[in-house]
């Protein structure tokens, strides 16, 4: 069985090791690791076999694990995840908007290719990565329009230059318009989607965005259009928001803890 370091014992992170407890993913979770000392407790509390609580992340992959899988934050993914790759384990990255910095996803990449191990980035809460990378050479464009109640939105850093209440928002209204590298910086914990596509498509600056509120819904809907030379697509996307965190739709959570069964496991693996 693999052996599964987890950085971040929230909300993504908790179902995961629940999802490794049960056996659902057939590997062995040996170590964990979340800012909050009471976090990583709590997540240790609810499991029958207990993982050990490292002291810094960076510890994480310094200790015999296989895969470490990152469920923490865009800052999380910048701090450790070049070690981890130096300490030849491979790596989950579920906050993806990190590697739209051009700098991290350089150096990761060629780390990858001189330590022979592999980042694993998970569809999340979209469909159609896979048609999307098929037809990567023959885009012309993408946009992706994302669509939540306010209350998945507050908190995020747009709000804080914004001359827009969250709180006040009582019929659909459009935010925010801009390119994905743009959404990703302005609301990191929300749009985690869009550096996906990003990276199956476009790239940053041509993939377009668009992210509205609509405080009449209890979905995160994501609309994605693509265009070019081979024709056109479109998927539409309603998703449960998480009832452990509405940032997060159960989606997400689903497709990480698939992609990680799949990859702990011996059987016919269909699709990417």
Do not use: W
């Not at 995840?81 to 700098?103: C, F, P, T, Y």
């Amino acid at each position: 069985m693999k052996k599964i370091g987890l950085l971040g014992c929230g909300a993504i992170g908790t179902q995961i090791a629940l999802a490794v407890d049960s056996g659902k993913i057939p590997a062995t979770l040996t170590h964990v690791y979340d800012q909050s000392k009471e976090a990583s407790e709590l997540l240790v509390s609810k499991l029958k076999h207990k993982p050990e609580i490292v002291k810094n992340s960076h510890l994480l992959s310094s200790n015999p694990v296989d895969l470490v899988v990152e469920a923490a934050s865009q800052d999380a993914v910048k701090d450790v995840a070049l070690s981890v790759i130096q300490n030849r384990k491979d790596l989950m990255i579920m906050s993806v908007g990190a590697l739209l910095d051009e700098s991290v996803f350089e150096v990761l990449s060629d780390a990858c290719k001189d330590f022979k191990k592999t980042i694993y980035l998970p569809s999340g809460a979209i469909a159609g990565l896979d048609a999307l990378k098929s037809v990567q050479g023959e885009l012309d464009s993408v946009i992706l329009t994302t669509t939540k109640h306010p209350r998945s939105l507050k908190g995020a850093k747009f709000f804080e230059t914004a001359d827009i209440d969250i709180e006040k928002i009582n019929e659909k209204t459009t935010i925010f318009e801009g390119t994905s590298k743009e959404a990703v910086s302005l609301f990191p914990k929300n749009i985690n989607v869009a550096a996906l596509l990003s990276l199956a498509g476009l790239g940053s600056e041509k993939t377009k965005v668009r992210i509205v509120a609509d405080p009449n819904t209890d979905k995160n809907t994501h609309e994605i259009h693509a265009e070019g030379k081979f024709g056109k697509m479109s998927f539409k996307i309603e998703n449960v928001p998480d009832s452990t965190n509405p940032k997060t739709s159960r989606l997400a959570i689903l497709s990480v803890i698939e992609r990680l069964r799949a990859i702990c496991s011996d059987d016919i693996q269909i699709g990417t």
